[in-house]
């Protein structure tokens, strides 16, 4: 056990490297990182278990941070423990670094996740946690790992917490230890200011173990980690009281700890001194970015004890092989991010159907030949048509992982967070469902689980204004020009930063699910239907055609010497079809075009695009989003009929001809067009 003396050493060095790369950054947070570097030097010098030479070891203990702000603290601490080089500190928040404001997930150097909106990262947490239970519950105690959180006063503060805290409460994640960096300051005020509740009563309210330590003593914080990894049936809470700014004093040498301008800016301009805080915190301000001796001893001595850790459990790990190769061939399938294999071509499709049916047929076969796919719905799995996978497996209970279903109750954003621990942690493939307006209760998750490369598959159903007689608050207008917006952003990789696919019917619903079951790379949004359409007419065999739609735009018909191309994505493309109907008997040709991925599209060669939409031919364009949804693909020349207001309440027949999406208006629309 390293000496009290060590261990307070470590963290002012943590404290020092901190203060010190913000300051020569100009930018950045050192008060938060200050306080909390006692817990992180504990939680890294003596109970993190992870492989130094292989980062990516399945079962490492994993850290989720969720004050991104507090990136100093974590790249400190990492430089410690052999992953950045001083160097690497020097560059925060510089062009190019591998220090960036807010962490960026990168396994290699220790990083789990990316954190920066507050509450995101603890309910990644969550989830990575109920995908280790869920593993465990197939593999055995080969998956035996801990998670670990570190959340901040704003993280508690934020709603997401409310659904994470409830969730692995009631599933009793005995396998979660969150630290509370509890300082009582935050970026404009004091915590007092804005928030007096009782957490800790809050989080026992949930199911949870809580612990309330002072937060930089190192003799409680061990205590407390050894009482929280004895915990059997709850998560653990350990609320650290710690000194915002630990340490920092200011140019006559008096303390500077506890200032809310120490949250958001460098000592420097907060009115604090660096130099005379690097001093008194028993470093060379000539010298700033070093690890003292002492310090390096520690962990070269954890890092051989990590050595030994690493070599019993692989041991153990490799006697499982032996015992248990199907399910060691099956760990190893899982853990390789591979996309898994299906019989696509066995799956019947019911004719006519809403494509939220099927994707309920569909999910009934992953649910059968995908073992490790986990699939939520915020309370609307009967109605999402996630009770097609429901149907196959049973939900999660406390102390039962066995089934494979996540009833994450009304609470669309920390379902989508713990889906995107779930894709962390790795070893599972998650899928969550709810109505495509409740998509804005997600949109900050997306992002980040795009800008992390996340294959996360986000199912949305009720995709329109034919909801009807919900009103207009359950319609979804803009909510797909939304989501498309993130097929045109672009991620580091230079990919689409996510899969955006809308079926125009049952058999591209098929295809869409396939599609997104091979999107290993990016997040994925299956926009589905609540009604049910008309199949699109067949040329030969209507799923085999509709596999086209893998390059986001195909021809579904076309006649030859056609006059106009009319195109939609969804439903609306079975009312081009009985438009062209009408148009035909007036002389008028058509090609019809679906267009489930204008993403997808964009990335096929120039010369495909030209092929299914040439530059020269007029458009028309029918879409129950916002028109701005398809203005790309009709050009200034075309035209578009869509959605400019919200919707209204009323039965989804009398919308449609109330609102235009008829074929009868398609006639008239591209007559006007033609004269």
Same mark, same amino acid.
């Given at each position: ?184 300051? =935050? ?302 952003? =672009? ?185």
């Amino acid at each position: 056990m390293t000496d009290i003396k060590t261990l307070n050493r470590a963290a002012d060095n943590i404290r020092i490297l901190a203060a010190s790369m913000v300051e020569k950054a100009k930018s950045g947070h050192p008060g938060g990182a200050m306080g909390g570097a006692d817990f992180v030097n504990i939680l890294y010098s003596e109970f993190l278990e992870y492989d130094p030479k292989n980062p990516k070891w399945e079962g490492r203990d994993r850290f989720f941070m969720d004050p991104g702000h507090m990136s100093p603290m974590l790249y400190s601490v990492l430089s410690l423990a052999g992953k950045y080089t001083m160097d690497d500190l020097k560059n925060f928040r510089q062009w190019g670094s591998v220090t960036p404001g807010h962490p960026e997930l990168d396994v290699e150097r220790g990083v789990e996740n990316t954190s920066g909106p507050l509450g995101q990262g603890h309910a990644y947490a969550v989830g990575a946690a109920i995908a280790a239970k869920f593993l465990k519950a197939r593999l055995g105690d080969v998956m035996g790992q801990t998670i670990y959180a570190f959340i901040s006063d704003g993280g508690i503060q934020e709603e997401v917490s409310q659904g994470a805290g409830r969730i692995a409460g009631h599933l009793g994640l005995d396998n979660l230890i969150m630290f509370y960096d509890s300082n009582g300051i =935050q970026l404009s005020t004091t915590v007092k200011e804005v928030n007096q509740e009782n957490v800790a009563a809050k989080y026992e309210a949930w199911g949870w173990k809580v612990i309330n330590i002072e937060g930089n003593n190192p003799t409680e914080i061990r205590k407390a980690l050894h009482e929280a990894k004895a915990e059997k049936s709850r998560p653990t809470l350990i609320i650290g009281h710690t000194i915002m700014g630990k340490g920092a004093v200011d140019a006559q040498g008096q303390s500077f700890e506890n200032k809310v301008s120490t949250h958001g800016q460098p000592l420097g301009e907060a009115g604090g001194d660096l130099s005379k805080t690097i001093v008194n915190l028993g470093g060379n301000p000539d010298e700033p970015f070093a690890i003292f001796p002492e310090v390096q001893a520690l962990y070269a001595k954890r890092a051989e004890e990590l050595q030994e850790i690493v070599k019993v459990k692989n041991k153990a790990k490799e006697q499982w092989e032996k015992e248990n190769p199907k399910l060691a061939e099956k760990m190893k399938i899982w853990f390789s991010g591979l996309a898994p294999k299906v019989d696509w071509d066995s799956i019947t499709q019911k004719p006519n159907a809403a494509t939220r049916a099927a994707s309920s047929t569909v999910l009934e076969a992953l649910a059968r030949q995908v073992e490790n796919m986990i699939v939520s719905s915020a309370d609307l799995s009967n109605s999402d048509k996630t009770d097609g996978f429901l149907k196959q497996t049973h939900a999660f209970t406390k102390n039962d992982f066995s089934g494979s279903f996540l009833q994450a109750g009304v609470a669309e954003f920390t379902m989508a967070c713990l889906c995107v621990g779930m894709s962390l942690h790795g070893g599972v493939i998650p899928a969550c469902a709810t109505f495509f307006v409740f998509s804005d209760y997600m949109k900050p998750v997306v992002r980040v689980a795009a800008l992390m490369e996340q294959p996360v598959k986000f199912i949305w159903t009720h995709d329109a204004f034919r909801v009807g007689e919900d009103g207009p608050t359950h319609e979804p207008v803009e909510q797909e020009a939304q989501i498309r917006l993130m097929e045109k952003l =672009q991620n580091h990789k230079g990919r689409n930063s996510m899969l955006v696919l809308r079926p125009a019917d049952v058999q591209e619903t098929t295809t869409s699910w396939k599609l997104a079951m091979e999107n290993i790379h990016t997040p994925t949004a299956l926009i589905l239907s609540r009604q049910n359409i008309k199949d699109l007419p067949a040329i030969k065999d209507r799923y085999n055609e509709a596999l086209q739609a893998s390059k986001g735009a195909y021809i579904v018909q076309e006649e030859e010497g056609y006059d106009i191309i009319l195109l939609a994505s969804g439903s609306e493309v079975s009312t081009l079809v009985e438009g062209a109907e009408l148009l035909k008997k007036d002389g008028i040709k058509c090609r019809i075009v679906s267009v489930p991925s204008e993403g997808l599209f964009r990335a096929q060669p120039k010369e495909y695009q030209e092929s299914i939409l040439p530059k020269s031919q007029r458009k028309f364009g029918l879409t129950a989003g916002l028109p701005v949804t398809l203005e790309g693909l009709v050009g200034e020349s075309g035209k578009i009929w869509g959605m400019n207001s919200f919707g209204y309440s009323a039965p989804a027949s009398v919308l449609d001809q109330k609102l235009g999406f008829t074929p009868e208006n398609v006639y008239e629309q591209v007559k006007k067009m033609i004269k």
